[in-house]
C-alpha cells in the first residue's frame, strides 16, 4: 500500500498561486492513478483533478479548469499541483489519493474507489 503526505498549502491573497505536493512512497508510484481532492468546511469532499500512471492524460474539475495543473514525475514518485489566479471558493483542506491500476486505461475515479489517501493540507486563500 503507498503512503501519501502532501505539503505546500498555506495563506494566500486572491489571485496568487500556489503549488502542492504530494510524496508517495511504498509500492510502484508508476502503477497509481492520481488524484487531487478538496473539502471545504461543512462540505462533502469533491474532486479537483486526475491524472494518469504516465501523466499524459489528465482532467480537471470545471470548476479549477484553466487555472489548476496537475502533473506528476514517476522517478520522484511525486505529484503535484500547481494553483493559479486562487479564489477565496478555493479555501479548502485539500488532499491527494492514489488508485492501483491493473490492465486499464482508466485513470478518473470516484473518490471511494481510491485506495490511499493523503492527510492533507490547508489552502486559505482572502480575499
Known amino acids: 500500500q503507498v503512503q501519501l503526505v502532501e505539503s505546500g498549502g498555506g495563506l494566500v491573497q486572491a489571485g496568487n498561486s500556489l503549488r502542492l505536493s504530494c510524496a508517495a512512497s511504498?509500492?510502484?508510484?508508476?502503477?497509481?492513478?492520481m488524484g487531487w481532492f478538496r473539502q471545504a468546511p461543512g462540505k462533502e469532499r469533491e474532486f479537483v483533478a486526475a491524472?494518469?500512471?504516465?501523466?499524459?492524460?489528465?482532467y480537471y474539475a470545471d470548476s479549477v479548469k484553466g487555472r489548476f495543473t496537475i502533473s506528476r514525475d514517476n522517478t520522484k514518485s511525486t505529484v503535484s499541483l500547481q494553483m493559479n489566479s486562487l479564489k477565496p471558493e478555493d479555501t479548502a483542506v485539500y488532499y491527494c489519493?492514489?488508485?492501483?491500476?491493473?490492465?486499464?486505461?482508466?485513470?478518473?475515479?470516484?473518490?471511494?474507489?481510491?485506495?490511499?489517501w493523503g492527510q492533507g493540507t490547508q489552502v486559505t486563500v482572502s480575499s
Open positions: 491524472i494518469s500512471r504516465n501523466g499524459g492524460n489528465t
Open positions: 489519493a492514489a488508485k492501483n491500476i491493473v490492465l486499464s486505461n482508466r485513470f478518473v475515479y470516484t473518490k471511494s474507489d481510491y485506495d490511499a
Open positions: 511504498g509500492r510502484t508510484f508508476s502503477s497509481y492513478a
